[in-house]
Every structure is written in C-alpha cells, then in structure tokens.
C-alpha cells in the first residue's frame, strides 16, 4: 500500500521516539482556518464517500479507526464531521467507557474485538485497547479489578501489553483489517479553554463532569504515557499519526485527507457484472421497455 502524502507528515515511523514537545499542538500548515475550513472538509468528504463505496462495494478490506487524545482533544467532533457523509450501513462508531463487570472477567482485548469492523466496513473506536496502556497506566490501583494472577506493577506489565498489542494489530492487517491510528495533539492550555468553554456555554455543560479537572492533575503522567505507548506501537502495518488538534477544523481536514488517501491507495476497483447478472440487467431493462444499449 503506497504511503499517505500528508499521513506521511504526521506519520509516527516505527522505531522513532515520540516526544510531544516535538509535535505543534497548533499546526495550521500556514492556511487561514476561516478561509480553508469548508472547502478542504467538504472536497475531502466527497473524496471520502467515493472510497467508502468502493470499500463497501468490493468488501475486500476492512478499516479500523482509532481515536485518542487527552480529554476535550475534539475525538466525538472529528467523528460527527468527518464521517458525516457515509453510509450508516457500513460506518460504525464505537465509544469505549468503563469496562463492565463482564468485561473485566476477560482479558484486556476481549471487549474490542466484539466491535470490529467486517470487511467492506469502516469500525472507529473512540478510544480503544489503548486505554489499558494509558489510563490504567497513570491509575495502576484500577488494575486491581481485572483481576490478573500475578503483581500487577513494574514495566513488564507495560512492554507485555505493547507486544499484546502489536501481535493483535498484525494479526487484523494480515486478515485484510486497514488499521488507521490518530492521536489528537492538544495543548493544556486549550484544553483549559475548551474546559471553561464547557463551563460557559449551556448548550455544552452536560459535557463537564468533575473528573474532567482531577485528569486534568494528570497532565504529565498521561503525556508520557503516550509517548511510550505511541513509540511502542507505531508499527509498519499499524502506525501511529499525532495530529494537532489545537484547531478542530486543521485535526478533522487532516483525518479526512489520510482515511480518503488510505482507503484510494488500496486500488479497488468497482465490481464488474457477470454474465449472468449482464443478462439479468438486459432482461430488466426489456421488461421495463428501455431501448437496448
């Protein structure tokens, strides 16, 4: 599969060490926000919806998106925007939240692989599997509740997950599973603004809640958890992109250029009728009385 040229850009390469220091939360690429907003989304929409048919219509591949980012990072609005334009009959978008009980009785992938996309179907998780080298990494004590058999603390645990991770990536690409990975790159600074927003705005407060700000005190730890999670798992067939996502609209136009260049870089070709179904067309279109073709 040819390489994205903006995901090339954004590209985590496999083996790099991520440092989010690096990466420019506020990244615009120079273009006017007012200007460049509508007309890049909606190009890349059209660009999109084309592909999802092709997609849909060969269910050759599958594609899975992952989303993750710091809380207000824009996850829930890139997928209302950018996936707006699809068919609902192959575009499902999964939000992970808690584990339930159930789900804490498995092990930590179980619940995920229930929601894959089938071929010819595009599954987004909105956070993922990763949230068990994330979350439960900056809070171990969650750890507790899964239940595992053995001490639960130290880096062993971690370096197992991303091998755990990895291996079940690999495994998804070799059976036609597309896997696009994005972590949303904001600032604590706007994050600080998106949070007040909240505060300010009726139409947003049911969106706050008072874990909100206690993350928040977690800035740091959770940072480098996603830098060593992020360095770990950029794989060949899995990479990672770190988009800025301090303007919603340069996260969602980037997110819909590399899922269009992904899905357009596997080549399909919309399927041709057999000679039974071109009988059947003619025999249809003689008995609705249009002339021949």
């Known amino acids: ?73 824009g996850k829930d609005g890139l997928i209302s925007h950018v996936m707006r334009g699809l068919n609902p009959q192959a575009c499902h978008a999964f939000p992970f939240k808690q584990p339930s009980s159930e789900e804490l009785d498995h092990d930590f992938l179980w619940r995920y692989q229930r929601y894959l996309p089938a071929r010819g179907s595009i599954g987004i998780f909105n956070r993922s599997y990763y949230e068990e080298v994330l979350v439960v ?12 058999a053995r001490p639960v603390h130290g880096k062993d645990l971690w370096e197992e997950r991303y091998q755990d991770i990895n291996h079940f990536e690999k495994h998804l690409t070799r059976n036609n599973t597309i896997i696009v990975k994005f972590f949303l790159n904001i600032s604590k600074k706007e994050q600080k603004r998106r949070l007040l927003a909240r505060l300010d705005d009726p139409s947003k407060q049911w969106k706050f809640s008072e874990a909100d700000l206690k993350e928040r005190g977690y800035w740091k730890d959770y940072a480098r958890a996603y830098e060593e999670a992020l360095t770990a798992t950029s794989t060949d067939s899995a990479p990672w992109h770190i988009l800025p996502a301090d303007h919603k609209w340069v996260a969602r136009w980037l997110a819909s250029e590399i899922l269009s260049e992904t899905i357009e870089s596997l080549d399909l070709k919309m399927p041709k009728p057999g ?9 249809a279109k003689q008995q609705m009385g249009a002339k021949p073709s």
Request: no cysteine; aromatic share 6%; hydrophobic share 40%.
């Open 137 to 148: 990494r900056v809070h171990p004590e969650w750890l507790e509740r899964q239940h595992l």
């Open 275 to 283: 000679k039974e179904q071109l009988a059947m067309i003619a025999q």
């Open 1 to 73: 599969m040819a390489q994205n040229k903006i995901g090339k850009k954004f590209r985590v390469e496999p083996g790099t060490r991520v440092r989010l220091d690096d990466h420019d939360p506020a990244w615009t690429g120079g273009k006017d926000a007012k200007q460049q907003d509508e007309k890049l989304l909606a190009r890349n929409l059209e660009r999109l919806s084309a592909a999802q048919e092709l997609l849909w219509s060969t269910k050759k591949y599958a594609l899975l998106v992952v989303l993750q980012g710091m809380d207000t990072a």
